[in-house]
């Protein structure tokens, strides 16, 4: 009947995979790194697949637009479109910081490398593919920062 029909439907929405669909995965666990350290945050498409054509862009949860910017946008902590890093936007503090693994893109791995790590990178950031054929377009990691990296 019709609400059976509803709720296997909704169910499908939240458990199930459409055949051929690819998803964006991060990593449940922080990454934790210490002032000065080199960092990967972790995020993949899955199943592999070459993300060199497509947009990535990684920004930082909870951050407010440029207040000087008339069109109210929030900058990219690293933008990648047309196979090269795009650097209009970018928050200055990340500059000449982050990289993508060129190689590893054409296998969807769109992890992220920022070097020289300090406290004020710690929080959560979001890979995201905008142009992905997919209900799951993004993902969230999250980078902690402490004085050493052992806590024991
Ligand atoms: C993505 O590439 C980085 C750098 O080569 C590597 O450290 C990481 O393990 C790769 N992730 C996956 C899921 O393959
Ligand atoms: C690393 O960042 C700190 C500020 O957080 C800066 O003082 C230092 O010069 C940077 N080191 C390198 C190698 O860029």
Redesign the pocket.
């Known amino acids: 009947d019709h609400s059976t029909t509803n709720t296997l439907s909704l169910r499908c929405m939240l458990f199930c995979l459409c055949p051929g669909e690819i998803l964006v995965v991060g990593s449940n666990l922080p990454t934790v790194a210490a002032?000065?350290d080199t960092v990967v945050l972790p995020c993949h498409l899955e199943p592999t697949f070459d993300v060199r054509g497509l947009t990535v862009e990684w920004s930082k949860l909870g951050l407010k637009p440029d207040p000087s910017d008339r069109l109210s946008r929030v900058e990219y902590v690293h933008l990648y479109r047309d196979k090269t890093e795009v650097p209009d936007m970018k928050i200055a503090?990340y500059v000449r910081?982050t990289e993508l693994f060129a190689d590893d893109m054409k296998h969807g791995n769109i992890s992220l490398k920022i070097?020289?790590?300090?406290?004020?990178d710690a929080g959560r950031y979001r890979c995201f593919v905008p142009k992905l054929q997919s209900r799951v377009k993004f993902a969230i990691v999250e980078l902690v920062v402490g004085e050493s990296k052992r806590f024991c």
């Open positions: 002032p000065g503090s910081r070097t020289n790590v300090s406290e004020g």
